[in-house]
């Protein structure tokens, strides 16, 4: 196959089809119909030869010519990228794309060095690469270091990965919280808090798995939702409903209106370690990332001190 413009355009609708899960979900990302899509899709089985996948009432599902092609398309536009910025980096200064992944409700945290980085990055000299930044969960991180679709993520990994790499970056400090109208808000009595803690509905930050709560009941019952984003558990939690952990400084603003109440603030915290992920294989990282790397080790607090997980919650864990 000869690789025409009109291909590359076929394999860029394949991959965001392929990553979006289908059809109807893919038509908000290149912004044409499902039945454009349809044609383009059949155009590129055409010149292929072959079907890349079936699509129908059972659903969008990648035939095993379609998995191996969309193998070989991250890797050709991988290479793009590559050529983009090496042919770039001929010019001088910084060029072509840094792709930053990040997880979400970050910016607001006063000890968070990402912002600060991204402003440093911004300031440089001769820097003409353009920025693409991605808002995902910590699973969806990896991924996309692992697929070459991210160049540095930034987020909670508890999971390392064979492949990456991981930096220690800063810590933030999580609090456990429920509605003001919850039954807990209500008991004064840190004993009884913590007799009756272990039945509350709770919402589990799916990434930080048996991490997020020693505080439960054995057989996992009191779980009523499993979420990848903070946004998703601070809303739980505000039905009124269920307690989860939240970052101080997230939860803060309800927490001083009295919306939310932190519950045994004294014993029920933990440090959550912020990690720097790339991938293994970038012996030289390309100047823009190099550069944007050393933004954010240069804007982090050097002194971070050592995570904490209170006594009483590692008691409860045993």
């Known amino acids: 196959m000869v690789i025409s413009d009109i291909d590359v355009r076929l394999l860029r609708v394949f991959r965001a089809v392929v990553e979006a899960g289908g059809f109807a ?3 908000a990302i290149l912004n044409v119909g499902a039945s454009t899509i349809s044609t383009q899709m059949s155009q590129l089985e055409t010149r292929l030869g072959y079907v890349v ?3 129908g009432r059972g659903g969008f599902r ?10 070989l398309v991250i890797e050709f536009f991988q290479s793009v990228h590559n050529f983009e910025t090496q042919a770039g980096e001929l010019r001088g200064g910084m060029n072509g794309q840094l792709r930053v992944g990040f997880i979400d409700n970050i910016v607001s945290d006063p000890r968070s060095p990402f912002r600060p980085a991204v402003e440093r990055f911004r300031r440089q000299p001769r820097n003409n690469a353009r920025l693409l930044l991605e808002v995902l969960s910590p ?9 070459h679709r991210l160049d540095v ?3 909670i990994f508890y999971s390392r990965l064979p492949g990456l790499n991981y930096e220690a970056l800063y ?7 429920c509605h003001r109208d ?26 930080l798995g048996t991490q997020e709560f020693p505080v439960a009941d054995s057989a ?12 998703a558990a601070a809303l739980m939690i505000l039905t009124g409903d269920c307690i989860g952990f939240l970052p101080l400084h997230y939860s803060k603003p309800w927490i001083d209106t009295g919306e939310l109440v932190v519950l045994l603030p004294d014993q029920l915290y933990r440090d959550t370690h912020f990690s720097i992920a790339t991938r293994a294989d970038q012996v030289r990282p390309p100047p823009a990332l190099h550069t944007f790397l050393s933004c954010l080790r240069a804007a982090k607090v050097q002194d971070t001190g050592t995570a904490q997980v209170h006594p009483f919650l590692s008691s409860m864990a045993a």
């Not at 990648?62 to 193998?71: Q, V």
């Not at 699973?139 to 697929?147: H, K, V, W, Y």
């Not at 919850?182 to 990434?207: G, N, Y």
């Not at 996992?220 to 946004?231: D, K, L, P, R, T």
């Open 153 to 155: 993520a930034v987020g």
């Open 171 to 177: 810590l933030q400090r999580d609090v456990l919280v």
């Open 53 to 55: 996948c079936n699509r």
């Open 139 to 147: 699973q969806e991180l990896e991924r996309g270091l692992m697929e």
């Open 62 to 71: 990648l035939t095993d010519k379609g998995e191996a092609l969309y193998r």
């Open 182 to 207: 919850h039954p807990m808000a209500q008991i004064k009595d840190d004993a009884e808090l913590a007799t009756a803690l272990p039945s509350c509905h709770k919402v589990l930050r799916s990434f």
């Open 220 to 231: 996992g019952q009191a779980m009523v939702a499993s979420i990848s984003h903070i946004e």
């Open 25 to 27: 979900n893919a038509q």
